[in-house]
């Protein structure tokens, strides 16, 4: 079993940066896949950025790929997101996630992950 506890996140200005942290207890050895994967109204939490495969193997949706970088260390007890060039399409609840499964497939689907944190609202706005 596996619990996330985010911290993080909060009011930015857009063009601002902010950083999202992840802590994850229990057996987290055997995590595969981490992100971090947001909510839009009336749908499933997607998109995002998700890390597999020890860090070796990085995703990211279109919308954030260049201003987004999702990284843990090495024990994978905390996975960050940095946002950098943050913009208001980006404000959505941002939900920690990890899964013991194989497989790149779906990492930035919400079907992928077994273990979610709380989530934390990041909103973008002057």
């Known amino acids: 079993e596996v619990q996330l506890v985010e911290s993080g996140g909060g009011l930015v200005q857009p063009g601002g940066s902010l950083r999202l942290s992840c802590a994850a207890f229990g057996s987290i050895n055997s995590i595969y896949c981490m992100g971090w994967l947001r909510h839009a109204a009336g749908k499933e939490r997607a998109g995002g950025a998700a890390?597999?495969?020890?860090?070796?193997?990085?995703f990211y949706a279109d919308s954030v790929k260049g201003r987004f970088t999702i990284s843990q260390d090495g024990a994978k007890n905390t996975l960050y997101l940095q946002m950098n060039s943050v913009k208001p399409e980006d404000t959505a609840m941002y939900y920690c996630a990890a899964d013991y499964r194989l497989g790149n497939a779906g990492t930035l689907l919400e079907g992928r992950y077994r273990y979610w944190g709380q989530g934390k609202q990041v909103t973008v706005s002057s």
């Open positions: 890390i597999c495969n020890g860090g070796l193997s990085t």
